[in-house]
């Protein structure tokens, strides 16, 4: 069965450095997504993509996210300047296709653990 | 604005007994629903979903959930609850019309505990 996998699974950093998480979403989904959970709260929504650009992002993606899909698989977050507060654990997650089909479900990925010291 | 609130934070029962977890969503438009599961150290898994078909949606493992949109809840219930279900639960809603990402929007999340 198609998944969504996530690279590295754990990335410990250090505050200011740049970190790139990886994701490789399911083949033939057309949207894709990255959320982030911080410990012990809930999951929330970062950024989605579609068609080679961003189509909504949320007020926690400032200047200092971005996303990239550089391959016809690879689905990347990258973080320029890490910060304290960046320490979750980010999702990525990918979907078939849009409007109101039944198809609609998000198939998430294990997650990448990132803490930030 | 869309929003969930899931009602309790933890939930213990005992095995074999009811399971009930509470979500409330507020959206200005006919809502998509979803119940994802977390367990320990893993992502997230689709439990069902409600598009707006039979207000009555079965999933796996058992579980189900009925949207009532006069009460504008989505209660997620199993009749006879396992060891194995203890884990972290999320209701989550979106929109999938036209124009919009489909971004998830999720509640807080509630942890079940099965006691033997």
């Known amino acids: 069965e198609p998944e969504v996998t996530q690279t590295p699974s754990h990335q410990v950093t250090q505050m200011g450095q740049e970190v790139i998480l990886r994701c490789v979403p399911i083949s033939n989904h057309l949207y894709f997504y990255w959320y982030r959970q911080i410990l012990g709260q809930k999951v929330e929504f970062l950024v989605s993509f579609y068609n080679n650009e961003i189509s909504e992002k949320s007020e926690i993606f400032d200047d200092q996210f971005s996303v990239e899909r550089p391959d016809g698989s690879n689905f990347t977050l990258k973080i320029r300047s890490t910060k304290l507060e960046d320490s979750a654990m980010y999702f990525c997650?990918?979907?078939?296709?849009?409007?109101?089909?039944?198809?609609?479900?998000?198939?998430f990925g294990p997650g990448t653990r990132l803490t930030v010291l | 604005a869309q929003s969930v609130t899931q009602l309790g934070s933890h939930v213990s029962v005992s095995e074999g007994a009811l399971v009930l977890l509470r979500c409330n969503y507020s959206s200005s438009v006919p809502p998509y629903l979803f119940w994802y599961v977390q367990y320990p150290n893993q992502g997230l898994q689709l439990l069902l979903k409600?598009?707006?078909?039979?207000?009555l949606v079965k999933g796996i493992n058992g579980f189900e959930a009925e949207f009532k949109k006069s009460e504008t809840s989505f209660h997620l219930t199993k009749p006879s609850a396992h060891m194995s279900d203890a884990a972290e639960y999320f209701c989550?809603?979106?929109?999938?019309?036209?124009?919009?990402?489909?971004?998830?929007?999720f509640g807080q999340g509630t942890t079940l505990q099965v006691k033997p």
């Open positions: 409600y598009t707006s078909a039979a207000t």
């Open positions: 997650a990918s979907r078939r296709r849009g409007g109101t089909s039944g198809n609609n479900e998000q198939f």
């Open positions: 989550a809603v979106s929109d999938y019309g036209s124009g919009n990402t489909g971004k998830l929007i």
